[in-house]
């Protein structure tokens, strides 16, 4: 899996030698392999609002980042956090086209699911530059055409680190929807300067 990623995302190359050899010491370290991001979404903020999601996902789980970030945390304050290579991962798997769906559910407006070639990667360029476009087109470009499944048995191990159950991708889509629509509703309408 791991020869797989670098032979598709070269830009991981370094990460993926780094968790290999920490995986490997005698230090009892904690490696935490991550999924991709609820949060990304949020680079395509206006896409999304003006009713277009154009992150290609075939079938692929995502993870909210505040897990991630309280998982890191335990295991950097928890002298009693099991050592250990974990993969954290979301509740579920999904495609782009789910995910547009719920996106108009909870925006309460039409969303449409936007991954044909050219199409998307001129999106992300809109909102990307340099190495981070580069490495965000060749990672949608594997989650475009692979899928990735949810292993039952890592979301109990995920639920079991947290303590609680993994955000879902639908409760973060909602949380954030709200909060834009907020924003839209607060932000006052452009004057003219005539």
């Not at 999304?48 to 692929?60: D, F, H």
């Not at 996106?103 to 530059?129: H, N, S």
């Not at 954030?176 to 607060?186: D, G, I, P, V, Y």
Request: aromatic share 10%.
């Amino acid at each position: 899996m791991r020869a797989a990623f670098v032979e598709s995302m070269p830009a991981y190359r370094g990460k993926i030698e780094v968790s290999t050899a920490f995986a490997a010491s005698t230090a009892n370290p904690v490696v935490i392999a991550l999924a991709n991001y609820n949060q990304n979404d949020e680079i395509f903020k206006e896409d999304i609002l003006n009713g277009v999601y154009p992150t290609p996902i075939k079938r692929s789980n995502r993870i909210d980042l505040r897990d991630m970030a309280e998982l890191a945390a335990t295991a950097l304050i928890d002298p009693a956090f099991p050592s250990g290579e974990y993969a954290l991962i979301g509740p579920e798997s999904f495609t782009g086209a789910e995910a547009a769906e719920i996106w108009a559910a909870e925006l309460g407006r039409p969303v449409t699911y936007v991954d044909g070639d050219g199409e998307w990667q001129a999106i992300f360029g809109k909102r990307l530059a340099a190495q981070k476009l580069e490495d965000w087109i060749s990672s949608f470009v594997l989650l475009k055409n692979a899928e990735f499944p949810t292993d039952p048995a890592q979301v109990q191990e995920v639920t079991r680190l947290l303590g609680h159950a993994p955000r879902d991708y639908r409760s973060y889509v909602r949380e954030t929807a709200r909060l834009w629509k907020s924003q839209e509703r607060s932000t006052p309408p452009a004057t003219s300067s005539i």
